[in-house]
């Protein structure tokens, strides 16, 4: 019998995608989670940490492809490392990361950028541990997921008077699109760090905001906040963004509709 496909995260929004397109594909899926979620049907699921390790070498036992999604706001590069270094051991021959576009382009140099922005430190320090590891690998580096934006701003829209980052903008994708994308890269060749995958427009948070205000017929006065710093001066000048790898389809406003219910398009006024 081939072997499974490890899926790290495969209990997360991206991974949970990502597995039933696996299958699909005929593969046998094995999923790494520290047991806090639930795992899709069919899945076999090995109880693991990759922040401590433990759980880590029977995960991967087996399994020629990995496919890395697990994550979380910080402590990418440590997961990494736990896993390069059980991957190695088992003799892995292929580990496939979801990286995120702007991790070499988002300074980490004072206490400020790494409290707000550390994020895009720790997913360059997993990078590194990845294409330094000597296993074959693949690298996708996606923007901000649509699921990801939606948490955000309705978590935002909870607030009678809305402060919100003034000149970052956000260039959301579809994350079955990206799950779509990961999947094809799994199932290929190692390819090293590959071209990203950015969503179809770019737009400031207080956009996407508006849209989503729209769409849940609500309306907020929105404050743009100066965020001080060398991170988010880099964001503003666009270091999370990928003009040129404007691939994905499925726009915000799309994603808004489906998801609550609104038409299509209904959301760039001012709210
Ligand atoms: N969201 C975005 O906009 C975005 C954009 C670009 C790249 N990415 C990257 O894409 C990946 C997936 O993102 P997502 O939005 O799907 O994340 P998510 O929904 O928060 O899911 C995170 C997953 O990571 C697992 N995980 C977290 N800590 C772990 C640990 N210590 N040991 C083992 N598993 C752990 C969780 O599994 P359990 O809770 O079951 O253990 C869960 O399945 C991440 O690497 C993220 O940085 C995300």
């Given at each position: 019998?081939?072997?499974?496909?490890?899926?790290?995260?495969?209990?997360?929004?991206?991974?949970?995608?990502?597995?039933?397109?696996?299958?699909?594909?005929?593969?046998?899926?094995?999923?790494?989670?520290?047991?806090?979620?639930?795992?899709?049907?069919?899945?076999?699921?090995?109880?693991?940490?990759?922040?401590?390790?433990?759980?880590?070498?029977?995960?991967?036992?087996?399994?020629?492809?990995?496919?890395?999604?697990?994550?979380?706001?910080?402590?990418?590069?440590?997961?990494?490392?736990?896993?390069?270094?059980?991957?190695?051991?088992?003799?892995?021959?292929?580990?496939?990361?979801?990286?995120?576009?702007?991790?070499?382009?988002?300074?980490?140099?004072?206490?400020?950028?790494?409290?707000?922005?550390?994020?895009?430190?720790?997913?360059?320090?997993?990078?590194?541990?990845?294409?330094?590891?000597?296993?074959p690998w693949t690298t996708l580096r996606a923007t901000q997921f649509h699921d990801l934006i939606l948490l955000v701003?309705?978590?935002?829209?909870?607030?009678?008077?809305?402060?919100?980052?003034?000149?970052?903008?956000?260039?959301?994708?579809?994350?079955?699109?990206?799950?779509?994308?990961?999947?094809?890269?799994?199932?290929?060749?190692?390819?090293?760090?590959?071209?990203?995958?950015?969503?179809p427009r770019a737009d400031e948070l207080a956009g996407l905001l508006r849209s989503y205000l729209r769409a849940t017929n609500r309306r907020r006065p929105i404050i743009r906040v100066h965020v001080p710093g060398r991170?988010?001066?880099?964001?503003?000048?666009?270091?999370?963004?990928?003009?040129?790898?404007?691939?994905?389809?499925?726009?915000?406003?799309?994603?808004?509709?489906?998801?609550?219910?609104?038409?299509?398009?209904?959301?760039?006024?001012?709210?």
């Open positions: 019998m081939a072997a499974p496909i490890l899926v790290t995260g495969g209990t997360g929004t991206l991974g949970r995608l990502v597995v039933p397109r696996l299958q699909a594909a005929g593969h046998e899926v094995r999923v790494l989670s520290r047991g806090h979620r639930q795992a899709g049907e069919g899945v076999e699921v090995a109880t693991g940490d990759l922040d401590t390790g433990e759980g880590v070498d029977a995960a991967v036992a087996g399994a020629g492809t990995i496919v890395h999604c697990a994550g979380a706001s910080k402590g990418d590069e440590g997961k990494a490392a736990n896993l390069v270094r059980a991957a190695t051991r088992a003799g892995a021959r292929h580990l496939v990361y979801i990286s995120v576009v702007g991790a070499d382009r988002v300074p980490q140099t004072g206490r400020l950028d790494r409290t707000m922005f550390g994020y895009f430190g720790s997913k360059l320090g997993a990078e590194r541990a990845i294409a330094g590891s000597g296993l701003v309705s978590q935002l829209a909870r607030l009678p008077v809305v402060p919100v980052p003034a000149g970052i903008r956000f260039q959301p994708v579809d994350t079955g699109e990206v799950a779509d994308r990961l999947v094809e890269l799994a199932l290929g060749p190692p390819s090293g760090l590959v071209p990203d995958l950015a969503g991170a988010a001066r880099a964001l503003r000048a666009g270091a999370n963004l990928a003009p040129d790898r404007a691939v994905g389809r499925r726009t915000w406003e799309e994603f808004l509709a489906e998801r609550l219910g609104s038409p299509a398009g209904d959301g760039a006024g001012p709210a």
